[in-house]
């Protein structure tokens, strides 16, 4: 297999990765939180290069970290944690640059790392995409239909006898393996974009959070596949590629959402 | 089996001397009542009196710091939590969240069905019968951020009642209710009492306690009364619990200024 089929496969697998996990990243309305955690996965990188591991693992616990000062500050809500996130968005990202300009000599790219470089990715890479994706379908096939309750309604879901919390620290271990798994296909800054558009563009499109699981995806891996495809008939960046592909499914499903609306009143 | 003449249902809540507290601070405290299945139990007295306090202990959200309770005659637990439903106070659900009511409602049978699981049919029929029970089965499908906001109140009652519950719990269930929504909540009340539910809810409105309740439990921090309505809600009490709150009594209903249910 060539270095481009093995792009494709890691893109598949991240775009389905991307748009299972998204879909409750969108409904829980904590997008800019997943923006912070993909630059948080930064300083991380840059000191498992220094200390000479692997530097996914490295991401890993950075954003655990990061995850684990959120929850400690409070709960990881919606509108207020939306400064905090942005705080640590930028702080965590200077902190990697600072890093980064303190040990020149490191083997990592900045560029690659934030912008990814899938046409480089090597199998481990692909299984780690791949661990993630099924480790994400085995939990929502346990747990899916309590994630979007708790996600919906979370006091309903405790009065109900429910553990809220256990739910939030699972989508928030579910959100961090995503961002991981996507670094090294579309980078730190575009992870965002296969976590964020699909699934943006299928609840557009759809009116069930259960179809979206199904739809959101799909239009994930169409964004990587139709991105790199373009990237490579154009020579241009592939992360950049599937980005922009991934904010033009957007705005396609959200004209289909006006036409539909408009032809309905 | 036919209890026109109520006394002879069994005892579904006994607190006697019972406590609550939230760490150190005693919210709610000297609580002794009883009541029986199939009745109605009206939790009144000013804001911040110990209301909802009373339905979180009940629960089991908050401990019993003192006293005993008794819930279908065993000490509250996991067996006790399963036969309660619960109504919060009107939730703000975000409107643009992609679920029909029919699956809000399905959300009351997922401790029944347990993780896995897809729904049953008997689920699918609890359900059913759930929405029918509020009246709201013409709009099973309709996604439920687009409900008013009496139904959405009427479609959460659904779901706590397609758990099956043999005490229902309602935290200011008629707040914000227009007429015709307040008279469909009313009348399932009725409806669940008859089946043999016991209803526990909190309200600010005299007038509707009186309309479905058989006890009244009047507190302001503490226990002031409790027994029948006619007991319970005279001038003397009602100023006891009010207290520094002007309270007018006629034949009807009660008015007890500034607490329009905020």
Same mark, same amino acid.
Request: some cysteine; glycine content about 10%.
């Given at each position: 297999?060539?270095?481009?089929?093995?792009?494709?496969?890691?893109?598949?697998?991240?775009?389905?990765?991307?748009?299972?996990?998204?879909?409750?990243?969108?409904?829980?309305?904590?997008?800019?939180?997943?923006?912070?955690?993909?630059?948080?996965?930064?300083?991380?990188?840059?000191?498992?290069?220094?200390?000479?591991?692997?530097?996914?693992?490295?991401?890993?616990?950075?954003?655990?970290?990061? $995850?684990?000062?959120?929850?400690?500050?409070?709960?990881?809500?919606?509108?207020?944690?939306?400064?905090?996130?942005?705080?640590?968005?930028?702080?965590?990202?200077?902190?990697?640059?600072?890093?980064?300009?303190?040990?020149?000599?490191?083997?990592?790219?900045?560029?690659?790392?934030?912008?990814?470089?899938?046409?480089?990715?090597?199998?481990?890479?692909?299984?780690?995409?791949?661990?993630?994706?099924?480790?994400?379908?085995?939990?929502?096939?346990?747990?899916?239909?309590?994630?979007?309750?708790?996600?919906?309604?979370?006091?309903?879901?405790?009065?109900?006898?429910?553990?809220?919390?256990?739910?939030?620290?699972?989508?928030?271990?579910?959100?961090?393996?995503?961002?991981?798994?996507?670094?090294?296909?579309?980078?730190?800054?575009?992870?965002?974009?296969?976590?964020?558009?699909?699934?943006?563009?299928?609840?557009?499109?759809?009116?069930?959070?259960?179809?979206?699981?199904?739809?959101?995806?799909?239009?994930?891996?169409?964004?990587?596949?139709?991105?790199?495809?373009?990237?490579?008939?154009?020579? $241009?960046?592939?992360?950049?590629?599937?980005?922009?592909?991934?904010?033009?499914?957007?705005?396609?499903?959200?004209?289909?959402?006006?036409?539909?609306?408009?032809?309905?009143? | 089996?036919?209890?026109?003449?109520?006394?002879?249902?069994?005892?579904?809540?006994?607190?006697?001397?019972?406590?609550?507290?939230?760490?150190?601070?005693?919210?709610?405290?000297?609580?002794?009542?009883?009541?029986?299945?199939?009745?109605?139990? #009206?939790?009144?007295?000013?804001?911040?009196?110990?209301?909802?306090?009373?339905?979180?202990?009940?629960?089991?959200?908050?401990?019993?710091?003192?006293?005993?309770?008794?819930?279908?005659?065993?000490?509250?637990?996991?067996?006790?939590?399963?036969?309660?439903?619960?109504?919060?106070?009107?939730?703000?659900?975000?409107?643009?969240?992609?679920?029909?009511?029919?699956?809000?409602?399905?959300?009351?049978?997922?401790?029944?069905?347990?993780?896995?699981?897809?729904?049953?049919?008997?689920? !699918?029929?609890?359900?059913?019968?759930?929405?029918?029970?509020?009246?709201?089965?013409?709009?099973?499908?309709?996604?439920?951020?687009?409900?008013?906001?009496?139904?959405?109140?009427?479609?959460?009652? #659904? !779901?706590?009642?397609?758990?099956?519950?043999?005490?229902?719990?309602?935290?200011?269930?008629?707040?914000?209710?227009?007429?015709?929504? !307040?008279?469909?909540?009313?009348?399932?009340? !009725?409806?669940?009492?008859?089946?043999?539910?016991?209803? =526990?809810?909190?309200?600010?409105?005299? #007038?509707?306690?009186?309309?479905?309740?058989?006890?009244?439990?009047?507190?302001?921090?503490?226990?002031?009364?409790?027994?029948?309505?006619?007991?319970?809600?005279?001038?003397?009490? =009602?100023?006891?619990?009010?207290?520094?709150?002007?309270?007018?009594?006629?034949?009807?209903?009660?008015?007890?200024?500034?607490?329009?249910?905020?």
């Amino acid at each position: 297999m060539s270095y481009l089929d093995r792009a494709m496969i890691v893109l598949t697998l991240v775009g389905a990765l991307s748009g299972l996990v998204g879909t409750f990243v969108v409904l829980r309305r904590r997008v800019l939180f997943a923006q912070a955690l993909t630059h948080a996965t930064f300083p991380g990188a840059v000191l498992a290069a220094v200390a000479g591991v692997n530097i996914q693992i490295g991401a890993a616990i950075a954003s655990l970290v990061l $995850v684990g000062g959120l929850a400690l500050l409070g709960r990881v809500r919606g509108q207020g944690t939306q400064a905090a996130s942005g705080v640590m968005l930028t702080a965590g990202f200077a902190f990697g640059v600072l890093l980064q300009a303190l040990n020149p000599n490191i083997p990592i790219h900045v560029d690659s790392f934030l912008f990814g470089s899938v046409l480089a990715s090597s199998w481990n890479d692909a299984l780690f995409a791949g661990i993630a994706l099924a480790v994400t379908v085995v939990v929502l096939l346990i747990a899916g239909k309590q994630l979007i309750f708790a996600v919906f309604d979370p006091r309903g879901y405790r009065a109900a006898g429910f553990n809220e919390r256990g739910m939030d620290v699972v989508l928030l271990l579910l959100t961090t393996l995503t961002v991981v798994a996507a670094l090294p296909a579309v980078g730190a800054i575009l992870a965002i974009s296969l976590i964020a558009a699909p699934p943006a563009a299928a609840r557009l499109l759809t009116s069930k959070a259960t179809t979206m699981l199904f739809v959101a995806p799909a239009l994930g891996v169409t964004a990587g596949l139709l991105g790199l495809t373009i990237s490579r008939l154009w020579a $241009v960046s592939a992360g950049a590629s599937v980005a922009l592909v991934a904010a033009g499914i957007f705005l396609v499903a959200l004209g289909i959402n006006r036409v539909r609306s408009g032809a309905r009143s | 089996m036919n209890f026109v003449n109520t006394p002879a249902t069994p005892v579904a809540l006994e607190l006697i001397g019972a406590a609550f507290s939230y760490g150190h601070d005693v919210a709610l405290d000297e609580v002794t009542l009883s009541v029986h299945e199939g009745e109605a139990l #009206a939790l009144i007295g000013p804001n911040g009196s110990g209301k909802s306090t009373f339905l979180k202990g009940v629960l089991g959200l908050l401990p019993v710091t003192a006293g005993t309770m008794e819930i279908f005659g065993a000490v509250r637990g996991p067996d006790t939590a399963r036969s309660l439903g619960y109504l919060p106070q009107s939730d703000e659900v975000d409107p643009e969240f992609p679920v029909s009511l029919e699956q809000v409602v399905m959300m009351g049978r997922y401790r029944r069905m347990g993780w896995w699981r897809l729904p049953a049919r008997a689920d !699918r029929a609890a359900v059913a019968e759930a929405l029918r029970l509020t009246g709201l089965t013409t709009l099973a499908k309709k996604r439920f951020g687009l409900l008013s906001g009496g139904q959405q109140q009427r479609g959460l009652l #659904a !779901r706590a009642l397609a758990a099956n519950p043999r005490m229902l719990l309602l935290d200011e269930p008629f707040n914000g209710l227009d007429q015709p929504n !307040r008279e469909a909540l009313v009348e399932t009340i !009725r409806v669940l009492k008859g089946e043999g539910v016991t209803v =526990l809810l909190t309200t600010h409105d005299l #007038a509707l306690a009186r309309e479905v309740c058989d006890k009244v439990l009047l507190v302001n921090g503490t226990q002031i009364a409790f027994g029948s309505l006619a007991d319970v809600l005279t001038l003397q009490n =009602l100023q006891a619990a009010f207290s520094g709150f002007q309270v007018e009594v006629d034949e009807h209903s009660v008015v007890l200024p500034g607490h329009d249910g905020h």
